[in-house]
């Protein structure tokens, strides 16, 4: 994770504000008249004391009174129009940001996400993303209010005497400004490491999920549990850690406030008997210091918050902020398929090389077969022509273009490529297979699933096509899987169809009914394809062999 000071990342989050910065600007507007209005109640009480005792009062009592009653009502509706309007920023900007993560990690897929922990995404995406709540709806117009809101409250004690502004004044930086910067040291890393360890539960909890069959059949419960509660454990006391430093920041604040108030009182008290100011100006000075300090305990209740609500945002810029491995190309001209070509290519994992100068001809409306051994690297080939990655040395093109030249749309539409391993979503089937082309028609899909030999399971379902899967697709069998993410790639009818052992979870039957389908498109099809079965070969017009990433 990459680590940002807390300036930098408040800066980056404010940034975010800008297509809502009228509504941000209407809730500081609104905080400050309501503050001002709270404000103004004490202070017209303390003008209608000195009515009582007879002294000069800028209005009459009933007056006094019914600017008291109109300042209350006012300061309700601000209140919940500040609100309202806080809250509407927030929500919006993490509805933005979530759009804006999914396409960073739309972009980043699959080369970033590979080594990725799921279980933390997750997190980021859920629960990091829901704690800038806190910053947009209860920091941004919060701190915007305390800083105009002082230098009014300063200006206006300040006219009674330069001294007591003074006073006024650092008051208020002391709670506003001192005391959340002090809290926010005191904290450390601890709202970054309480995220992380976060994440990091989740993560240890959905693969504890994921692998429950393979923990009650080794009997691994106990020993998985105790880890569970061990990790919640840590979690339970990071977090108590820094409760206990909210506390603290609590205690101080209140005892700050006190402190002033107290010099407030005693400063003014002595001004007056040294005839200074008059005893009018002790009662309003005091009474407008001590129920000025609102504003500024919301800066000071936000120092440790901030902390946990930093490290969320830390983790979203991290994801925001990552380059991917391979940049999106739009903007040149549109290309029809017309055959491929790998030339010298040469490409690395991690510095372990798994292509060695690989050459091959892929030539229009045939059936190009690769096989080898596991990680020899057949299936990187396929990854390369769908330019998940770049190549590193050497060139892959289609129609005589290099594929980096070519728009991302424009070549994953000229390509299908079916996995060894077929992800289905918590759908319907249905669904599951219109993924490849949203507006097929039923017709289309029917003969798509035709071709992988499904369609006549499917209709066996109790509900046909609009049988739900389970997560991750549990509730059918790799072959029934496998057979799905076929009829995707024959819905998407793309020239060029790159399969990666597609009927290694297929019984003899289904693979001979798939083949002939592979074999019967031939003439406006091409298809690499890429098994260790020598029967899925029998279909190719050509086999190269891949052996320690050389071709043969």
Not at 16 to 32: N, R, S, Y
Not at 152 to 168: N, P, S
Not at 254 to 277: E, K, P, Q, W
Not at 432 to 452: Q, S, V, W
Request: proline share 3%; aromatic share 6%.
């Amino acid at each position: 994770m990459k680590k940002r000071s807390g300036l930098t990342v408040m800066l980056r989050l404010i940034g975010l504000v800008k297509p809502l910065v009228g509504f941000m600007i209407l809730a500081v507007a609104m905080g400050l008249a309501g503050h001002l209005c709270a404000s103004m109640i004490t202070v017209f009480g303390g003008y209608g004391v000195l009515n009582v005792l007879g002294r000069p009062t800028p209005l009459g009592l009933p007056a006094l009174f019914l600017c008291a009653a109109l300042f209350a009502v006012l300061r309700a509706a601000l209140r919940y129009g500040e609100q309202a309007c806080n809250h509407f920023i927030a929500f919006k900007l993490l509805a933005l940001i979530r759009d804006r993560v999914f396409q960073a990690l739309r972009k980043l897929a699959p080369a970033k996400l590979e080594g990725k922990d799921k279980g933390n995404l997750i997190s980021v995406i859920t629960s990091d993303i829901e704690l800038l709540e806190v910053f947009y709806a209860h920091t941004i117009s919060p701190a915007a209010i305390a800083i105009v809101f002082s230098a009014i409250l300063c200006l206006f004690i300040g006219r009674i005497h330069a001294l007591l502004g003074l006073i006024a004044l650092a008051a208020y930086l002391a709670v506003g400004a001192a005391i959340p910067l002090i809290t926010s040291r005191a904290s450390g890393d601890d709202g970054i490491k309480f995220r992380t360890k976060s994440g990091d539960l989740s993560s240890f909890v959905l693969d504890s999920l994921r692998g429950l069959s393979e923990t009650l059949q080794y009997g691994r419960g106990k020993a998985r549990l105790e880890e569970m509660n061990r990790r919640t454990d840590e979690l339970a006391a990071d977090e108590e850690r820094m409760k206990r430093t909210a506390g603290r920041n609590i205690a101080c604040t209140n005892t700050v406030i006190l402190f002033f108030d107290l010099c407030m009182l005693f400063a003014s008290a002595a001004l007056y008997r040294r005839g200074a100011i008059e005893w009018d100006g002790v009662l309003i000075s005091t009474i407008a210091m001590m129920s000025s300090f609102g504003p500024c305990v919301a800066l000071a209740n936000l120092g440790s918050t901030l902390q946990n609500t930093f490290a969320a945002g830390n983790r979203v810029l991290d994801i925001l902020e990552e380059t991917p491995a391979v940049a999106e190309i739009a903007g040149c001209p549109e290309i029809a398929f017309a055959g491929a070509k790998a030339e010298h290519v040469t490409f690395a994992y991690d510095g372990e090389t798994v292509l060695s100068d690989l050459t091959v001809e892929i030539p229009e409306n045939r059936v190009i077969g690769i096989v080898g051994r596991s990680g020899s690297g057949k299936s990187t080939l396929l990854k390369l022509l769908m330019r998940f990655w770049e190549v590193q040395q050497g060139c892959i093109s289609i129609s005589g273009r290099k594929i980096d030249t070519i728009n991302t749309d424009n070549l994953r539409n000229m390509e299908s490529f079916v996995t060894q391993e077929t992800h289905l979503f918590h759908d319907s089937i249905r669904n599951n297979i219109r993924i490849a082309k949203l507006d097929a028609t039923e017709e289309e899909m029917i003969a798509a699933c035709r071709k992988a030999s499904v369609h006549d399971f499917i209709m066996s379902l109790p509900k046909g096509y609009d049988t739900p899967v389970g997560e991750l697709g549990d509730t059918l069998s790799g072959g029934e899987r496998q057979r799905i993410g076929l009829a995707r790639a024959f819905l998407h009818d793309a020239p060029l169809m790159l399969m990666d052992e597609p009927t290694s979870n297929l019984d003899s039957l289904n693979e001979a009914v798939i083949l002939q389908s592979l074999h019967r498109q031939r003439e406006n099809r091409t298809v690499i394809l890429v098994s260790h079965r020598q029967s899925t070969m029998r279909i190719a017009d050509k086999v190269y062999s891949v052996e320690h990433g050389r071709m043969s």
